[in-house]
């Protein structure tokens, strides 16, 4: 009994009142690791809704619109004398939103599933779009590429689908 204060109580040690701490900030951190853990899932998760966003060819594999992208990439790939095979395609159209991103990054996808490495170069330097469409970070990529001494393996990065490679702008 603590006879030194006005309060008749027990009185806790030094020992129990540092476990006592230590209980209440292993219980923060618990706290805070559950809460990071949340916005860890909720950020792959708006991620992931950024690229089934704009990419049919990942969100639904079976819709019409998927197979007329893999029609596509069949007509391109028999469109060359039997042997060859397509090395460099490029997508561009004179109109400004006319789905040229779009496009591409679905075609990149189709060609990725079918098995062949696909690198998607994103030369727009006004209004690039592939990092938003892929959820890639823009730190290094062409415009590094051609203003800089860097090699050009730095700028690529690997996208969420196999066998799928992106070099922002």
């Known amino acids: 009994i603590d006879a030194g204060s006005k309060h008749i109580g027990v009185s806790a040690t030094t020992k129990e009142k540092e476990l006592y701490a230590a209980d209440v900030e292993l219980r923060n951190d618990i706290v805070d690791l559950i809460?990071?853990?949340?916005?860890?899932?909720?950020?792959?998760?708006?991620?992931?809704?950024?690229?089934?966003?704009?990419?049919i060819t990942i969100s639904d594999k079976t819709s019409p619109i998927t197979e007329r992208y893999r029609t596509i990439r069949t007509n391109i790939q028999y469109s060359f004398?039997?042997?060859?095979?397509?090395?460099?395609?490029?997508?561009?159209?004179?109109?400004?939103?006319?789905?040229?991103?779009?496009?591409?990054?679905?075609?990149?996808?189709?060609?990725?599933?079918?098995?062949?490495?696909?690198?998607?170069?994103?030369?727009?330097?006004r209004k690039p779009?592939?990092?938003?469409?892929?959820?890639?970070?823009?730190?290094?990529?062409?415009?590094?590429?051609?203003?800089?001494?860097?090699?050009?393996e730095e700028c690529i990065q690997e996208s969420l689908?196999?066998?799928l490679f992106v070099m922002t702008s």
Do not use: C
């Open 35 to 55: 809460s990071t853990r949340r916005e860890m899932r909720k950020t792959r998760r708006a991620r992931n809704a950024s690229i089934r966003k704009y990419l």
């Open 81 to 125: 004398p039997y042997g060859e095979k397509l090395h460099t395609l490029v997508v561009t159209s004179p109109g400004v939103g006319e789905g040229k991103s779009t496009t591409t990054a679905n075609l990149a996808v189709v060609y990725a599933n079918f098995g062949q490495k696909v690198l998607i170069i994103d030369a727009d330097m």
């Open 129 to 152: 779009t592939l990092d938003k469409i892929f959820s890639l970070e823009k730190q290094v990529g062409l415009s590094t590429l051609l203003g800089t001494n860097i090699h050009a």
């Open 161 to 163: 689908e196999k066998n």
